[in-house]
């Protein structure tokens, strides 16, 4: 599930947010960070990415709620 949210993250491992994307996509799927954490994701030309990365992180949540995370 990680690689399907670094699928929408920049991938510049600018470190602007103080890590690599990889390991921020870590902290989006527990939970942790938000996207609105990463300064890179916010501007204009990664909108779809962020539009993409907002479904999916509401459909994990949905998910473990219920208690039907299944990676």
Do not use: N, W
């Amino acid at each position: 599930m990680k690689d399907k949210i670094l699928e929408h993250l920049p991938k510049t491992d600018c470190q602007m947010c103080g890590m690599t994307c990889a390991e921020f996509a870590s902290f989006l799927l527990s939970g942790d960070l938000s996207p609105q954490e990463c300064p890179v994701l916010q501007e204009e030309v990664y909108t779809a990415d962020r539009e993409a990365l907002s479904l999916l992180l509401q459909s994990l949540a949905a998910r473990a709620k219920t208690g039907h995370l299944i990676d």
